[in-house]
């Protein structure tokens, strides 16, 4: 029973270490890394020594019948530390906002628009306030509300004020 709990807290040991030093130890897989990581390792050696060492002490079989129902959890658990970590690890992000996405949005101007030059105002790109040149037809005063009609480039845009 000792050797099982020993493997347990082993795999509870490289658990820790992997979590601890993220990514140290991945390169060791030998091509394996996309079957074979650390936590999977870990899962599958916890799983394997606990459930060995309750299934000796509960009931009175011997070593063989307790590793083969620890193999058979562990496999189960490798199995499910592989699944969460892929779902965990699948890059669902959003695509990065880009200056076209700032089309009918509103902003405040920050220096005042002349009507034969720039100004600047204040968008938010993303939840980010970033500051852009701006063209409008008409002039428009510092702290207007203004709405982004079209985007000229990276950095300027053309507004028109709001019609409260």
Same mark, same amino acid.
């Given at each position: 029973?000792?050797?099982?709990?020993?493997?347990?807290?082993?795999?509870?040991?490289?658990?820790?270490?992997?979590?601890?030093?993220?990514? !140290? =130890?991945?390169?060791? $897989?030998? /091509?394996?890394?996309?079957?074979?990581?650390?936590? &999977? *390792?870990? #899962?599958?050696?916890? +799983?394997?020594?606990?459930?060995?060492?309750? !299934? =000796?002490?509960?009931? $009175?079989? /011997?070593?063989?019948?307790?590793?083969?129902?620890? &193999? *058979?959890? #562990?496999?189960?658990? +490798?199995?499910?530390?592989?699944?969460?970590?892929?779902?965990?690890?699948?890059?669902?992000?959003?695509?990065?906002?880009?200056?076209?996405?700032?089309?009918?949005?509103?902003?405040?101007?920050?220096?005042?628009?002349?009507?034969?030059?720039?100004?600047?105002?204040?968008?938010?790109?993303?939840?980010?306030?970033?500051?852009?040149?701006?063209?409008?037809?008409?002039?428009?005063?510092?702290?207007?509300?203004?709405?982004?009609?079209?985007?000229?480039?990276?950095?300027?845009?053309?507004?028109?004020?709001?019609?409260?």
């Amino acid at each position: 029973m000792a050797w099982f709990l020993g493997l347990g807290i082993a795999g509870l040991v490289l658990l820790v270490l992997t979590l601890l030093f993220d990514g !140290v =130890l991945d390169g060791l $897989g030998a /091509g394996l890394d996309e079957f074979l990581s650390l936590p &999977v *390792v870990a #899962g599958f050696v916890s +799983a394997l020594g606990f459930t060995g060492s309750i !299934v =000796l002490g509960s009931t $009175g079989t /011997g070593p063989g019948v307790a590793t083969g129902a620890g &193999v *058979v959890t #562990g496999v189960g658990a +490798a199995w499910l530390t592989w699944r969460f970590s892929r779902t965990l690890m699948r890059d669902g992000a959003t695509p990065a906002p880009q200056g076209e996405d700032l089309t009918g949005t509103s902003g405040s101007v920050v220096t005042a628009i002349p009507p034969d030059g720039y100004g600047e105002v204040l968008l938010f790109l993303a939840g980010q306030p970033v500051k852009y040149a701006a063209r409008a037809a008409v002039p428009v005063a510092r702290g207007a509300e203004v709405w982004v009609e079209s985007v000229l480039s990276p950095t300027s845009v053309t507004v028109r004020p709001v019609q409260r």
